[in-house]
């Protein structure tokens, strides 16, 4: 009997996760199936709910439901509890598991794939919206100096407090001059609007990695970080993969090989 899983959003026929899973399960020769559904706005519990009396294991969530997901889920996993969102769901019984795979997946690609060890390093975290709340914890477990920058500083401070037993430095981008990281993260949505980059010069150390969590175009933090010094520039499609490796992983326990999949994905259709 084939196992079913689906990613749900809205919009979701861009989704790469039917691809991503598929080439995951024939690597892995795991039986199952997965697709994409879109939700209506308004209907994504109705949607989940649909899912599960039609016999799906569980599934992935992407915008704008991962909030929502949060909410109905009946059991939270820490990294859940911590992002305060769910991009991954697991239904078994009459319990609905919300885990949260996508800072996992940002460690994994920028540890395994790039080569950047980050303990210790001085990381950046640009932005302190939802994309931020998800990759704080795994990036603070991977022992990396944080500091969270935002446009509005209160918001960098609030999320920074929520860790309180860690040693966060957060404010706004102008308090950042004269300073300089090993690793600077963009998780804010500047790529999709092309806005300008608000970091001073001199923010990458030699050697620096500047990872931009978009990918599929050169984002103009990418192209910032290439003229002011960065060694290495990357997107966010590792972290795609990686985190749907990490779901995969939590539904199936068995965890696939990353590196050809990424590398299919890069290769022109």
């Not at 993969?241 to 990424?262: D, N």
Request: net charge neutral; glycine share 10%; charged share 20%.
């Amino acid at each position: 009997m084939t196992d079913r899983y689906a990613v749900i959003g809205n919009p979701i026929s861009h989704s790469k996760s039917p691809l991503i899973h598929k080439l995951f399960a024939q690597q892995t020769g795991q039986d199952i199936s997965y697709e994409a559904i879109e939700a209506p706005l308004d209907g994504f519990a109705a949607t989940i709910e649909r899912l599960r009396r039609e016999g799906y294991q569980g599934g992935n969530v992407t915008v704008p439901f991962k909030f929502e997901a949060f909410r109905c889920a009946t059991e939270l996993s820490e990294r859940a509890q911590s992002a305060q969102a769910v991009n991954t769901l697991s239904f078994a019984g009459g319990t609905i598991r919300g885990d949260n795979t996508d800072g996992t997946g940002l460690v994994r690609d920028i540890e395994h794939n790039l080569g950047v060890k980050l303990q210790k390093k001085r990381v950046l975290l640009m932005g302190a919206g939802g994309a931020s709340y998800g990759v704080v914890l795994p990036l603070l477990a991977a022992d990396a100096s944080l500091s969270i920058a935002n446009r509005t500083a209160s918001r960098a401070v609030e999320l920074a407090m929520k860790f309180s037993t860690a040693a966060i430095w957060s404010g706004g981008y102008a308090d950042l001059t004269g300073l300089q990281f090993d690793v600077v993260i963009n998780a804010t949505s500047a790529g999709l609007t092309d806005s300008e980059v608000p970091l001073p010069s001199g923010i990458f150390a030699p050697g620096a990695l500047a990872y931009d969590m978009m990918y599929g175009r050169e984002t103009p933090f990418m192209a910032f970080a290439r003229a002011n010094g960065a060694a290495v520039v990357a997107d966010g499609l590792g972290m795609l993969v990686e985190q749907a490796a990490e779901a995969f992983y939590i539904w199936r326990g068995v965890r696939p090989e990353t590196a050809p999949v990424i590398a299919k994905l890069r290769t022109p259709q």
